[in-house]
């Protein structure tokens, strides 16, 4: 009565095979290209919307950090201290798109003088330079001479 799993296991081999055999028979013809229905096809790109609040990704403390508001074609950034508790401004300026769904993007933005003049933190560069790549927005803020590179991801 042991045979009869073996040949179980052998009829199920069997079927398989002429089931593989029948699938590769060189007499069917290639028909047209099917096209894909609309949820088949992948979404096209859109353009990239900053709107929103950006935090600082590469600090070397978590109570002390930069952050970026971005509303209406402006970018206000703010140094933030104790936790959240001290802000003080470092950037307003304006925020230009590119026309197109570039993922990937750099843009000069024109410093607001009438915001920042006064404001003791603030940059006074009339131009600071944003790029944008893959969700992060970076730039260079310099202060007591020493530069870095700033990281925002989206909060």
């Known amino acids: 009565m042991r045979i009869a799993p073996f040949f179980a296991t052998s009829a199920i081999a069997l079927v398989a095979a002429a089931g593989l055999t029948g699938c590769s028979s060189s007499s069917v013809e290639p028909g047209p290209a099917t096209s894909h229905s609309a949820a088949e096809k992948p979404e096209a790109p859109q353009p990239v919307d900053l709107d929103g609040t950006w935090k600082q990704t590469n600090s070397q ?3 002390s950090y ?3 508001t971005i509303a209406d074609g402006v970018i206000q950034v703010d140094w933030v201290a104790d936790g ?9 300026g304006t925020v230009t798109l590119p026309g197109d769904d570039s993922q990937s993007f750099t843009w000069d933005s024109e410093r607001d003088k009438e915001k920042t003049d006064n404001a003791l933190l603030a940059s006074h560069d009339d131009t600071k330079t944003f790029t944008y790549t893959d969700g992060e927005i970076s730039y260079k803020v310099t202060a007591l001479g020493t530069t870095t ?5 989206r909060e």
């Open 61 to 63: 403390t978590e109570d």
């Open 66 to 68: 930069q952050q970026a």
């Open 84 to 92: 959240g508790d001290t802000t003080s401004i470092y950037w307003i």
């Open 149 to 153: 590179t700033v990281r925002l991801g």
